[in-house]
């Protein structure tokens, strides 16, 4: 199984509106300003531990190398990362119309984790599977975990 995270308002999220893990150590705070959602180090160790493969799924045009960085600063180890480059590159690449923002069905990931509304009204044209996490929520890793349990039970 594999499950995709976007970043920016899902993982990446403003400190005055979420609560947030707390801040990187000297001097990777200083590199990595993003604060992650609390509940983030948690849920993809449970992932993990689960035998399943943790992506990033992300518009955003970080590097792979940052991420990736951010993400082991906290003890996080990714499958893959999916930027906007690579998307650009791999997807939208030689489709004269448009294609989605996010296709995780391109890359056979069996469940998306996204805030915008618009990624899963693509899901069901596109046919891939999106939960939608949205506002301070602090059920919000248990709600992937059940989806989580829930597709695994009919996969």
């Given at each position: 199984?594999?499950?995709?995270?976007?970043?920016?308002?899902?993982?990446?999220?403003?400190?005055?509106?979420?609560?947030t893990e707390q801040v990187?150590?000297?001097?990777?705070?200083?590199?990595?300003?993003?604060?992650?959602?609390?509940g983030t180090k948690k849920l993809m160790e449970y992932i993990?531990?689960?035998?399943?493969?943790?992506?990033i799924y992300t518009t955003s045009y970080r590097s792979?190398?940052?991420?990736r960085g951010l993400f082991r600063c906290y003890g996080i180890k990714l499958d893959c990362v999916v930027n906007g480059e690579k998307h650009a590159n791999e997807?939208?690449?030689?489709?004269?119309e448009g294609m989605p923002s996010k296709y995780p069905s391109k890359y056979r990931i069996d469940l998306h984790i996204d805030d915008d509304i618009s990624v899963a009204q693509n899901g069901k044209v596109y046919g891939f599977h999106v939960l939608i996490i949205g506002s301070q929520d602090d059920n919000w890793t248990d709600?992937?975990?059940k989806e989580i349990e829930r597709i695994r039970k009919f996969s």
């Open positions: 199984m594999k499950v995709s995270f976007d970043l920016d308002d899902t993982l990446f999220v403003p400190k005055e509106k979420f609560k990187l150590k000297f001097p990777f705070c200083l590199i990595y300003k993003e604060r992650l959602r609390f993990r531990g689960q035998g399943i493969e943790l992506w792979e190398h940052y991420i997807v939208q690449a030689g489709y004269r709600k992937v975990v």
